[in-house]
């Protein structure tokens, strides 16, 4: 490290040579400045910057960021190296920034003493910092030479920036090698040191590895959907894109179709603007915003596209191909589906039951437990069909009165009774002609009332309250329940003729504890829902917390649990969901009753389906190691970054109580000292941060 004194005469010649160069910068070329300081000064004289700027723009608002915030992997990714290498710095008054790669400073942390005289050169969040703006300076001269940059003192070109010192990395995305943004550690000059740049580079390795890890995962998650999609749709083309609609894989029978219809090989084929924005930019509205069907009339080919999410954020898309004139088989792929999120034995088994059923008419009878999605399976039968064109109406037999029951299914003619309509009321059935009527919950309908709809299945035909003139309907039935309908049959609670006129075919949603496969991607996708429909950053799961969403807690209200869970969760947290930000009843099947630590941990705890007793009653077996649902989904990283063997332990439920009275403890042993502290731990003092935060004994108590 250089002296006060030695950065002081450095300081003093590039002064001189700056002086020398802005009277003529032609005679610069035997000046001892570095080559790309120097060539840095020559495009800012070429763009015109004014040398004696104070300070640069401020380009982006509040508004703005946020938006560019809420939907940047790059900032999601670089987040928790951001706040270890701002932790790391902060006691040597230094700040930390992440810039776009136009230099727009998206993030800025550090020693707050130095962030008010940083201000004056506007150095700030949305600050422009680009060479074009405010001249020579580590953030625009790396983003213009794509290399790691340091700039000290009167290094940079405008008067205003020379009372500090920068380091600057590139980040580059992992495919394009494109500049997607710049770490910056900068400080004043006084505080100079040689190893910070290297610091900054090692700290966008870190950011680099983390993205290389994505998009691995983008492209397993790309090409597992291939795979399945291949399975799930025999006979039918189908083509693998990824984000930047690059093909990744094509099978023979896409190449087949195109070869006869287009008369061009895939690779021509593709190479055609209009494709692109046949298939991308007129998107079609269907049933789920991630499916579509598109016409390529001038290949005279129907394309299914289908996004494929993963981490909250679109991968890539499948191309799902056809001849325009080929039938649509039971086999083939729709837009139906969707939105049904999951890719488990379990659930693909039903769809493809359903893919069957939906090109017949016969009735169906959906079965499963609350909250498992059965109206959404309805809706996939009815789009699947040929009847997509026509109504989808939906009606819930428990939620009507006994006494409205006859007048909402079969509609009622004029005066039938006090207050009716004097033109009379169309009834469900006749709403649902030539389309799909969803009785949802029939078992809830009363005896008395079920040899009335008994008829009307049977003679295709209804009869409106107060008129004796039969009208016809044409409608698909759809029906679904909760309950068990063969045990109401022996009680007398549900008419036999009717249940067998119901249960043509019978198919059974299954529960979510029986496709645990699935949770993460239903946390992915509804976290994703969640943060567009609240404009906030998508938040992550705690390990503990997920752990026991997708192993351990039982979700005895199925999807739909999972959802208001969620939600609740992403009402209060800061963006990582934990324990304390779970609704109630999910913390005390993880806790019990007393909202304490229990032993053993939950973790211990493998639910059994049926089974009534409370969690920590079961089995105590270790779990299998679970796959850790990639991005935002994953717990916070930070303290992946250090490698000591307690840095990376996150203290579950049971233990965090007793870990807590330990750190206050041993914090007035060593009375507020926090490096002794850390010392005694055997971890590094950033750890042991994130751990005072974590319990919050940072804020509450006066510790150095």
């Not at 020398?20 to 032609?26: C, K, N, S, Y």
């Not at 800025?108 to 700030?124: I, P, S, T």
């Not at 494109?178 to 910056?184: A, E, K, N, R, S």
């Not at 045990?487 to 119901?502: A, K, P």
């Amino acid at each position: 490290m250089l002296s006060l004194e030695e950065l002081s005469k450095q300081r003093r010649r590039l002064e001189e040579s700056w002086d020398h160069f802005l009277r003529d910068p032609r005679a610069a070329g035997n000046s001892s400045i570095r080559s790309v300081v120097l060539e840095s000064w020559s495009r800012c004289v070429q763009s015109g910057v004014d040398p004696r700027r104070k300070a640069t723009d401020i380009s982006l608002k509040e508004d703005q960021i946020k938006d560019i915030l809420q939907y940047s992997q790059l900032y999601e990714l670089s987040f928790p190296i951001l706040q270890d290498l701002s932790l790391q710095v902060k006691e040597t008054g230094y700040l930390v920034t992440l810039c776009d790669p136009k230099g727009h400073i998206l993030f800025l942390d550090g020693d707050r003493q130095v962030l008010k005289k940083a201000e004056r050169m506007n150095f700030v969040v949305g600050a422009d910092w680009s060479e074009q703006s405010i001249g020579t300076n580590a953030i625009g001269t790396c983003l213009e030479v794509g290399q790691p940059v340091q700039i000290f003192a009167a290094e940079h070109f405008c008067v205003g920036v020379q009372d500090w010192t920068c380091s600057s990395a590139p980040i580059r995305d992992p495919i394009s090698r494109d500049i997607i943004g710049v770490v910056d550690v900068t400080g004043l000059w006084r505080d100079s040191q040689p190893h910070t740049l290297s610091m900054v580079t090692m700290a966008c390795g870190t950011i680099q590895s983390r993205m290389n890890q994505q998009i691995a995962g983008a492209r397993l998650e790309l090409s597992e959907h291939y795979q399945q999609t291949q399975q799930r749709y025999p006979g039918n083309g189908v083509m693998a894109l990824d984000a930047a609609f690059h093909p990744v894989a094509v099978n023979e029978e896409a190449r087949r179709i195109l070869r006869r219809h287009s008369g061009r090989e895939v690779e021509q084929w593709w190479d055609n603007e209009r494709i692109h924005a046949a298939l991308f930019a007129s998107r079609s509205p269907s049933v789920d915003e991630g499916m579509y069907e598109v016409t390529l009339e001038e290949c005279g080919i129907r394309v299914v596209v289908e996004e494929v999410q993963w981490s909250g954020r679109r991968v890539g898309y499948l191309l799902i191909l056809r001849p325009m004139g080929s039938q649509k088989t039971a086999g083939g792929p729709t837009v139906a589906w969707g939105g049904v999120i999951g890719r488990s034995p379990e659930i693909l088994s039903v769809i493809s039951r359903c893919d069957v059923v939906a090109h017949t008419d016969v009735p169906v009878l959906l079965l499963g437990e609350s909250g498992t999605g059965k109206e959404l399976f309805a809706r996939g039968i009815h789009q699947a069909g040929p009847r997509r064109n026509g109504p989808f109406i939906a009606v819930n037999c428990g939620a009507l009165q006994k006494d409205l029951l006859a007048s909402e299914l079969f509609g009622y003619a004029p005066g039938a009774f006090t207050g009716a309509s004097k033109t009379g009321k169309a009834g469900k059935f006749e709403e649902a002609q030539n389309g799909t009527l969803f009785l949802d919950e029939i078992g809830e309908m009363p005896p008395e009332f079920q040899v009335h709809l008994l008829r009307v299945l049977q003679e295709r035909e209804v009869v409106r309250l107060g008129s004796s003139q039969p009208i016809p309907v044409n409608a698909r039935i759809i029906a679904a329940t909760h309950r068990n309908l063969e045990e109401m049959m022996r009680r007398g609670e549900f008419r036999e003729d009717l249940y067998f006129r119901l249960h043509v075919v019978s198919l059974t949603i299954p529960p979510l504890r029986d496709r645990r496969g699935d949770i993460p991607l239903l946390i992915d996708h509804i976290l994703d829902q969640l943060s567009k429909r609240y404009h906030i950053p998508r938040p992550g799961l705690e390990p503990e917390v997920f752990d026991f969403f997708v192993h351990h807690y039982p979700w005895p209200g199925n999807v739909r649990e999972l959802k208001h869970a969620l939600e609740y969760a992403v009402l209060f947290c800061n963006r990582v969901i934990t324990w304390r930000d779970l609704p109630e009843t999910l913390r005390k099947a993880a806790f019990g009753d007393s909202g304490r630590s229990l032993t053993p941990y939950v973790s211990n705890v493998v639910s059994t389906p049926g089974d009534p007793r409370p969690a920590l009653e079961r089995s105590t077996a270790r779990p299998a190691p679970r796959r850790a649902l990639p991005g935002a989904v994953e717990a916070v990283p930070a303290s992946k970054l250090e490698p000591t063997p307690e840095s990376g332990a996150n203290p579950g439920p049971v233990d965090a109580a007793a870990d807590r009275q330990q750190l206050l403890q041993l914090l007035e042993e060593v009375g507020g000292n926090l490096s002794e502290a850390a010392r005694r731990l055997r971890i590094a003092r950033t750890t042991l941060y994130r751990r005072l935060d974590r319990y919050g004994i940072r804020k509450h108590l006066k510790i150095e």
